[in-house]
Nanobody, 125 residues
C-alpha cells in the first residue's frame, strides 16, 4: 500500500523559509510525478508545484521564484523549499503522487491517486 508522509511544516515570520519533505513508501516512486498542493481555510485546494517524471517542473504563478520543488529518487522523497514566505502562503500543505503525461499543461486533482495527511505552514507578519 502506498503511503505518503509530509514533514517540515511550522510557523515562520514573513520573509522566512521552510523546507517541506514528503516520503513515499509502498509504491513505484520512479513511475509517478509528485506534486504539492495547499489548502487554506475556506479556499479550494490548489496546486503549488508538480514535478513530472521527465524532471519538468510546474509552479503556480503565486510561488514562482520563491518555491523550489525537487525529488531524490534514492530516498523516495520529494521536497518543497519555500523562501520569502508571505502571510498568504499560510495553509495546510499536502504532497500527492500521480502520473501526468509529460508536457501536459493542465493538472487535475483527479490525476493524483495518493495523498499525504498534510503539514501546516503558518506565516505571520
Amino acid at each position: 500500500q502506498v503511503h505518503l508522509e509530509e514533514s517540515g511544516g511550522g510557523s515562520v515570520q514573513a520573509g522566512g523559509s521552510l523546507k517541506l519533505s514528503c516520503g513515499i513508501s509502498g509504491g513505484y516512486f520512479f513511475s509517478c510525478g509528485m506534486g504539492w498542493y495547499r489548502q487554506a481555510p475556506g479556499v479550494e485546494r490548489e496546486l503549488v508545484s508538480y514535478i513530472f517524471t521527465d524532471g519538468t517542473i510546474k509552479y503556480a504563478d503565486s510561488v514562482k521564484g520563491r518555491f523550489t520543488i525537487s525529488r531524490d529518487n534514492a530516498k523516495n522523497t520529494v521536497y518543497l523549499q519555500m523562501n520569502s514566505l508571505k502571510t498568504e502562503d499560510t495553509a495546510e500543505y499536502y504532497c500527492a503522487s500521480g502520473y501526468v503525461p509529460n508536457g501536459r499543461r493542465y493538472i487535475s486533482r483527479a490525476d493524483f491517486g495518493y495523498w499525504g495527511q498534510g503539514t501546516q505552514v503558518t506565516v505571520s507578519s
